[in-house]
């Protein structure tokens, strides 16, 4: 912790209050955890909290601020990171706020002259521009002034979309979208969740196919899209990419039914129970709740009683993984 | 404000259609609701409903002196009102809850302003010349579809829990009449509530109809039908409402049978409920927004 | 300076329920029978700035309603069209000079709007509103259905496509008796006071609002005989738009 002290060479103050227990710090998440009663806990601070006492020598990052006396205050309720010097706090409740690369789920707003406005969940709406969207028949050429007039036809209004963020252009913090792979397009015949984007874990895979044939795309943004598995067709997956409105009204969307729809069902409210009682969404915690909710019908998932036996399983197993990095991080010579 | 797009839409009728909505509930499934009464102290009776933590209404009731109604000089008053608070949803602001309010309030008052629901003649003070206005103030704090029959059983467990303080009259020597209200807290007389009802809504998506619709629900609904329902399995009232589709009277007889049925078995639940909250010690209840 | 000497008179409320609002006869205090309109009448084309208008009577119940548009609007897209509605009772159209209730008026012009709308062919003016004012001038009951009717005389004398005419009839209990098209008195004693609006080419309720307690069957009976007098109305109706347009 050497890269903390500051001139006086005096140990960086760390969060007072917290300040009896053990202070450890997860490397892989840069997450400021403590200890309490042998209980691994992350650091949650609130606006105005005090996190580092003399801090001329950090880095003030996102959700924290800098006061007159030169201590580093928190902005938002959130938790602690920190990586190297820099400071932040990640709010657990705000806003999405985007990075490039990401998978996102998202529903078009408006159209404006060469451009779709998407709600991402992020402060304010994320922008794709006729130019980053794959046509109809995935042809590949220059757009036309036609193609601006058809853009209604691609994605119209309060569409759901699955696409990547491409860039952040400007410096008001919105960000560019694309959809210019087979993976990306429009969402058909499936159920929309929207949850904290917090929740929503980073894994490598934000498609996700479970064995009994429901397909869920987690967007980084907290926004949740659950379907059925399409049977994979290569050619058509090379030939033609995702949906837009153009293409859908051409194959009549299959209607799910009976168990498929019933599977649908059990996801999103798995998801709902996970949220309730805040824990992170990936498909291990999905299935966790799943498993445990075996035998009973899916409504009753949703009754306040039932979520928090059936998220038991889950919130077990993120008890247990932040042991084990607990362990990683002791044995990593600390 | 909520949106759905037309593919989402699909999905959801299909699913009606089906008998297995989104949440896994069948079309005549209710949300399982929560009621909590005697929350605010400012009130003679007040009341909180949530549908499954989504819709979130509070009633207060509160009781007044004053003039009655010229045209039923011996009865009590009823003064309702419901206002879809702006923390509930952006497109409340303003002059956007304003058709909302009228319609929800209009549905509550045709409800309750009935000879039989409330028995009116005891809440008259002195024929002509004083009532109890009872006013019925309703919030809407969430909105997650179906608040008309949230509020309907909200403001049934707000007048259930309302206290009108005892009083007495007397004549003035000049011929004038002279209340005084009791001070003592624990004097009072409750409402006959027995046979106040509760609404069921029906919404009709596609060719059926399904209860306490979800706000996504209520986006693919083409009319909506709500009918009030008393112990006695008597209809008080009916509002229908949607502006996408009519209703074949037949089919309309259907729907006030279904409604009928279901409210009975509501309203024994929300019985039940009551009796057990007014027998709970409110007094150590702390945390009010759970 | 004299100033008037005014007392501060209240009028001596007397009530004016009568004794019996069904003879012996089986005819009401006003001796029609219990399903027997008020004399009806009806035109259209009144108002000459609207694009389309229309005036209902019946007897002591008068509306008037004039229809605007399509005209644009500043809203959000939308590929179908709405329709707006207005309803007024003019503050000397009951006994008692009527204050200001906006809350009634709002009420009311939403159940207007959607007993009319359902009958409206939306589809064929994107982006527009169709408005529609309709104004009581004299309340003796029934005023909410006679709006209604007026509103779809007044659409239709406008030229919007339409899928049907929408017919509108009130009912109410009195003496255990069933009664459509009440007066004021009959309407303010009465119980279950109900007002159904129907298209009867396409056989469909397009609104309907009731309060007061009733048991289960007379609620039947109340729909039953509403429709019936929907239908006979709107072939009143269909009678006065095919003679007016003659004219």
């Known amino acids: 912790m050497s890269g903390y002290k500051d001139d006086s060479d005096e140990e960086m103050n760390v969060n007072q209050i917290e300040k009896d227990n053990e202070v450890l710090l997860d490397r892989k998440s840069h997450v400021q955890m403590t200890k309490t009663n042998g209980r691994l806990q992350v ?12 801090a001329s020598n950090a880095l003030c990052g996102h959700g924290t601020f800098r006061d007159d006396q030169d201590q580093l205050l928190s902005s938002v309720c959130g938790i602690v990171e920190r990586v190297n010097k820099l400071i932040s706090v990640r709010p657990l409740r705000a806003r999405y706020p985007g990075e490039v690369g990401d998978v996102v789920v998202g529903r078009i707003t408006e159209i404006t002259g060469k451009r779709w406005k998407v709600d991402i969940q992020a402060r304010q709406d994320a922008v794709m521009l006729l130019s ?9 050429r220059r757009k036309t002034n036609e193609d601006q007039l058809n853009m209604r036809s691609v994605f119209a209004e309060n569409d759901l979309i699955v696409a990547e963020v ?10 560019q979208l694309q959809t ?15 949850v904290y984007a917090a929740l929503v874990k980073r894994c490598t895979q934000h498609f996700h196919t479970f064995d009994f044939g429901v397909q869920v795309i987690l967007g980084n943004n907290g926004y949740i899209w659950i379907t059925k598995k399409t049977p994979v067709d290569e050619n058509k997956q090379k030939s033609m990419p995702f949906y837009t409105s153009a293409d859908a009204d051409k194959n009549e969307a299959e209607v799910i039914e009976g168990k498929d729809r019933e599977n649908i069902c059990r996801v999103r409210n798995a998801i709902l129970a996970l949220q309730s009682q805040f824990l992170p969404i990936y498909p291990a915690t999905i299935l966790d709740v799943i498993e445990m909710s075996k035998g009973m019908e ?13 998220t038991k399983n889950a919130t077990a197993r993120i008890q247990k993984k932040m042991e084990e990095e607990d362990m990683e991080v002791v044995e990593g010579g600390y | 404000m909520i949106k759905i797009s037309p593919s989402e839409k699909q999905f959801l009728i299909d699913g009606i259609k089906q008998n297995m909505r989104t949440d896994g509930r069948s079309r005549l499934d209710y949300r399982a609701f929560t009621v909590e009464t005697g929350l605010v102290a400012q009130t003679n009776g007040s009341a909180r409903v949530k549908l499954a933590n989504n819709t979130d209404v509070l009633v207060g009731v509160k009781v007044e002196i004053g003039d009655p109604d010229p045209d039923f000089p011996d009865q009590g008053r009823l003064e309702v009102r419901v206002e879809c608070s702006p923390s509930a949803s952006p497109e409340f602001e303003g002059r956007g809850a304003e058709e909302m309010n009228a319609i929800l309030s209009a549905m509550l008052r045709n409800m309750l302003q009935n000879a039989r629901t409330v028995d009116w003649a005891s809440l008259c003070i002195s024929p002509g010349k004083q009532c109890w206005i009872v006013y019925v103030d309703c919030l809407v704090l969430d909105s997650a579809g179906n608040l008309f029959d949230a509020l309907s059983i909200a403001t049934k467990s707000a007048l259930f829990n309302t206290k009108v303080p005892k009083i007495e009259v007397m004549e003035t020597s000049s011929g004038q009449t002279e209340i005084e209200v009791s001070d003592d807290p624990s004097d009072f007389t409750r409402l006959s509530t027995a046979s106040i009802p509760i609404s069921v809504t029906l919404a009709k998506v596609g060719s059926r109809y399904i209860v306490d619709p979800t706000i996504e629900e209520e986006l693919c609904m083409e009319s909506r039908v709500t009918i009030a329902i008393n112990s006695k399995g008597n209809i008080c009232s009916i509002q229908k409402g949607g502006v996408s589709s009519g209703i074949n009277p037949s089919e309309f007889n259907k729907m006030l049978q279904h409604a009928r049925k279901i ?14 909250e007014e027998n709970n010690d409110t007094s150590t209840k702390i945390g009010f927004a759970r | 300076m004299y100033a008037p000497q005014i007392k501060s008179v209240r009028p001596l409320q007397q009530s004016d329920k009568p004794s019996k609002f069904i003879g012996d006869d089986g ?34 119940t008068k509306v008037i309603c004039s229809a605007y548009g ?79 009717m007026c509103g779809s005389l007044a659409l239709a004398d406008a030229g919007i496509e339409l899928y049907d005419l929408v017919g509108a009839c009130s009912a109410i209990k009195v003496d255990s008796h069933i009664v459509i098209d009440p007066s004021s008195t009959e309407q303010k004693y009465g119980v279950g006071a109900i007002t159904c609006a129907h298209m009867s080419n396409l056989n469909e309720i397009t609104q309907l609002t009731e309060a007061g307690d009733v048991e289960y069957s007379t609620m039947v009976e109340f729909v039953n005989m509403c429709v019936d007098g929907c239908r006979k109305m709107s072939d009143k109706m269909r009678q006065t738009l095919a003679t007016e347009h003659l004219k």
């Open chain 3, 70 to 148: 399509p005209r644009q609007t500043n809203n959000e897209f939308s590929d179908k069209g709405m329709l707006n509605c207005d309803f007024k009772i003019a503050s000397f159209a009951s006994k008692q000079r009527r204050k200001k209730t906006r809350d009634e008026d709002k009420e009311f012009s939403i159940y207007m709007r959607d007993a009319l709308e359902i009958s409206v062919n939306l589809d064929k003016f994107p982006k527009s509103v169709v408005d529609v004012y309709a104004l009581v001038l004299e309340d003796d009951g029934s005023a909410l259905a006679a709006a209604i």
């Open chain 1, 180 to 194: 210019r792979s087979s993976r990306y397009g429009k969402l058909e015949n499936g159920v929309f969740v929207r």
């Open chain 1, 298 to 310: 899916s409504k009753e998932m949703t009754l306040p009683d039932i979520t928090p036996l059936i």
């Open chain 3, 27 to 60: 005819k009401r205090i006003d001796g029609r029978s219990l399903d027997e309109f008020r004399s009806v009448f009806m035109r259209t084309g009144m108002v000459k700035q609207a694009k389309g208008s229309a005036y209902i009577e019946l007897n002591n």
């Open chain 1, 132 to 140: 980053s969207v794959n046509l109809p028949g995935g042809v590949q």
């Open chain 1, 166 to 175: 491409h860039s952040r252009p400007n410096r008001d913090g919105s960000l």
């Open chain 1, 43 to 54: 650091q949650i601070v609130t606006p105005g909290e005090l996190i580092v006492k003399n």
């Open chain 2, 263 to 276: 409210g009975l078995v509501l309203l024994k639940e929300l019985d039940a409920l009551l009796d057990k």
